[in-house]
């Protein structure tokens, strides 16, 4: 477990590091910074498909991925930021009174 910790944090300042050495004319060409542009999307969702679906070791289904598609079925819909949190406190503890 700590030889992955350290591993991934070697990776990051090694990451960082590049960032400061990478010529300024290689971050302005189009692929680049439409790449750059994306990775705090894909994070981000990344994040949000562990916390939902992780379960310790194992995938879990449960109250939480009907949260999240309640709401993205809120923002679809563009309703409020205050309306989509209390869908999906609403969604989550429906589910969970229905015991799933």
Known sequence: MWAAVL???AACYV???????????????????????????????????VVTLGSGMTIGVDARLAAV?????ALILR???L???LVVAATAALI?????
Request: positive net charge; aromatic residues 6%.
């Open 7 to 9: 591993l991934g944090s």
């Open 15 to 49: 990451l960082k590091a590049l960032g400061i050495v990478v010529p300024e004319r290689f971050l302005d060409k189009r692929l680049v910074s439409q790449l750059v542009a994306m990775f705090p999307v894909a994070l981000l969702a990344a994040l949000l498909a």
């Open 69 to 73: 598609i309640a709401a993205a079925v």
């Open 79 to 81: 309703a409020p930021f």
């Open 83 to 85: 309306v989509v949190v």
């Open 96 to 100: 969970r009174a229905l015991g799933g």
